[in-house]
């Protein structure tokens, strides 16, 4: 009897798996017969749409594919999709003779699908927009070559100078460059489906290839990043942060980035955008970041965007220029004079877009930095600090506040009189005194009559430090014939 129930649960169980498995399609064509019983279940398998494209079967070679205009529009997604595979194979550029047909039939499809999303003939399928995507990723996303100082042990070279490493795949690169340029800036291009697959992911790939020797790629990045920053708003706190990372890294870890120029150029554009009041995140930015790029060795290659990007704070907001100053105070170089002809030329516009109240903040220890300045046996930089007194805005500034300047910097203007051996700094440094001498020639009187007092007294100091020193040189001579005697 107990094999019999066992048989019996066997069998079914056996018709049961039958009916679930005919019922999802897998089983028998006989196991499921539409209108066999009454209790028959007809199930009718869901039909294809055929506006949705089916994402075809990998291609194993590069062929030619029909133009777009060829074929009807109902086909032209299927066709995008398999242009689509055609430029996800990859060629040694290296070579420019391996696989030359392949290579121009790879870069004709590229341009044939540029040219399909730039004229928005057709809006083109999420699953289309997902395979361009992860193609687009296919070419552009690679580990970088090593960086030139890292194969030759030199120092960073000034870009204008030295043409640089070139990518060898540039032509194709470009034309995949440029098909991601006009997806996110095409009218066509929904945000809400577009972010799916531009994602953070994404953006931060994207932030890794700034750091590429070529400067055509970086151009292009600098313009993708910041149409993708201006049209995807889900994405700025992300992208701001990101920026920031690569900064801090560059700065406290390895001062050697490729792209930090171009990245401060969308940062300029981003700033000029910023709504006021300031958010404290933005100025933390600029305290954190910006103000600390002035620190590492490289800054001539970057500082005209970083100098642009300081500017635009100060526009914004009056209030940070002690911020900014007493930022470029700490960071001032000490031995390259150089970075000092760059700084003086930043701080020249800070000032002019500075307040008398600001001024007053930081005029101390901005011109003792100055008067050293001033004195610098390098005549660029003292004819760079002689040139603030052309501007008429920071003019205004030291008349109103000269009770205080003056005295710190007469005796810097007197020296450079004395003793620097430039003629040009001589002449500048006469003019700049006259102008202080019709400001208040009081006062001028007052610091000439301190400085000479002061002079005397030192001259009186080292007279008597002489006297001293040739007692005891006389007294350990009359010490030592003593002792000669003696013996």
């Known amino acids: 009897m107990f094999k019999k129930i066992i048989k019996g649960g066997q069998r079914k169980s056996s018709k049961s798996n039958s009916t679930d498995a005919s019922l999802y399609g897998y089983g028998p064509p006989s196991s499921h017969n539409p209108g066999s019983g009454p209790n028959s279940i007809a199930v009718v398998a869901p039909a294809q749409n055929p506006d949705v494209p089916m994402v075809p079967p990998p291609m194993t070679a590069v062929e030619p594919l029909p133009l777009f205009r060829d074929v009807s529009v109902s086909e032209r997604q299927n066709l995008f999709l398999r242009k689509l595979q055609i430029c996800c194979f990859q060629f040694d550029f290296s070579n420019t003779l391996k696989s030359a047909r392949e290579k121009e039939i790879k870069r004709q499809t590229l341009l044939e699908l540029v040219d399909f999303i730039q004229s928005g003939s057709g809006k083109i399928s999420d699953v289309c927009q997902e395979e361009m995507i992860k193609m687009i990723g296919v070419n552009i996303f690679r580990c970088l070559p090593p960086a030139s100082h890292e194969n030759t042990g030199q120092e960073t070279t000034d870009p204008e100078e030295d043409e640089g490493y070139l990518e060898p795949s540039w032509p194709h690169l470009q034309i995949v460059y440029e098909l991601l340029l006009r997806y996110v800036v095409s009218s ?138 007493r930022g470029l105070l700490k960071y001032w170089p000490l031995t390259n004079c150089q970075k000092e002809v760059l700084f003086l030329g930043e701080l020249e516009e800070v000032l002019e877009a500075t307040q008398p109240a600001e001024f007053q903040r930081c005029m101390v220890p901005l011109f003792r930095q100055i008067a050293r300045c001033l004195n610098s046996s390098h005549f660029q930089v003292a004819e760079r600090a002689l040139f603030l007194w052309n501007n008429e805005h920071i003019v205004s500034l030291i008349a109103q506040n000269r009770q205080v300047i003056l005295p710190i910097i007469f005796k810097a203007l007197e020296k450079n009189i004395q003793n620097h051996w430039n003629q040009a700094i001589h002449v500048l440094t006469v003019n700049v005194q006259k102008m202080f001498m019709e400001m208040d020639a009081e006062l001028f009187d007052e610091c000439e009559r301190q400085f000479e007092e002061k002079e005397a007294r030192a001259q009186e100091v080292e007279e008597q430090r002489e006297i001293t020193w040739k007692k005891l040189a006389d007294a350990a001579v009359q010490g030592g014939e003593d002792d000669m005697v003696t013996a």
Request: net charge positive; charged share 30%; glycine share 4%.
């Open 188 to 325: 066509e291009t929904d945000t809400k489906v577009a972010k799916r697959y531009i994602d953070h992911s994404f953006v931060l790939k994207l932030l890794d290839l700034f750091d590429s020797e070529d400067h055509r790629e970086r151009e292009f990045l600098k313009t993708i990043l910041h149409r993708i920053y201006g049209k995807f708003m889900v994405h700025r706190p992300f992208i701001r942060k990101a920026i920031n990372n690569i900064f801090y890294r560059f700065i406290y870890e390895t001062e050697r980035h490729s792209g930090i120029g171009e990245l401060l150029e969308i940062l300029g554009s981003i700033i000029n955008g910023f709504a006021l009041p300031m958010k404290e995140e933005h100025k933390l930015f600029l305290v954190r970041a910006l103000i600390p790029l002035h620190k590492p060795k490289p800054v001539a290659m970057y500082h005209q965007q970083l100098s642009y990007c300081i500017i635009q704070f100060v526009e914004k907001d009056y209030k940070l220029a002690d911020t900014v100053i």
